[in-house]
């Protein structure tokens, strides 16, 4: 008969473990509901161990906010290839995934939660918002956006938040549906300012002229010639 022999982690490894164990509680339940108790029995070890390594619960959630933050922010980059459209179409899909996975702990993050209002979590949240605002300016080809460019994106990013979290109440509308109209959000509210602004306009031709008629944007507009046929 053979005894296992458990492997002593090393600092970093262990931290990075409870980080992960944290994460897959907060994506079951609100970061508020998870005890240490209850990290450290899945992770395996003893409570005072956890706080050998994080020197309480608010530390190892901003731990675990900070990776998830990073996985945000990430589902926003997207090669500069095609339509803008179907790039859009594109990130929508792969935020909605990480909203739809870690649904618990993006609504604590959102809505009030543990570590929420402290200086670490106001950080992290403006930076994934930063992070997915100089994206979308990236895939129009812009570094000094007018005023109204920048109040588009930036009140569209706002959008996609409020969107997913009212999703994650009952669920009550295919997410499928969201990310499409999420995309044709951002095609209606840059066509409005573009209305009133000579400079969003030359800025955004080029952009639009790529857009094939059976793309996301050629579908809000057969949508909306639909409404008034």
Known sequence: MTTGVRRRMGVEERRQQLIGVALELFARHSPDEVSIDEIAAAAGISRPLVYHYFPGKLSLYEAALKRASEDLASRFAEPHEGPLGARLRRVMRRYFDFVDEHGPGFSALMRGGPAVGSSTTNALVDSVRQAAY???????????????????????????????????????????????????????????????????????????????ADGPFGDLVTRLIAITS
């Open 134 to 212: 100089e994206q979308i300016l990236s895939h129009l080809t812009v570094t000094d956006p007018p005023p109204r460019l920048e109040l588009v994106v930036r009140s569209w990013i706002s959008l996609a938040e409020s969107t997913a979290l009212i999703w994650l109440d009952g669920r009550r509308i295919p997410r499928e549906e969201l990310e499409v109209q999420l995309v044709h959000d951002f095609a209606a509210l840059t066509a409005v300012s573009a209305a009133y602004d000579e400079e969003l306009r030359t800025l955004l031709r080029p952009v639009l002229a790529d857009e094939p």
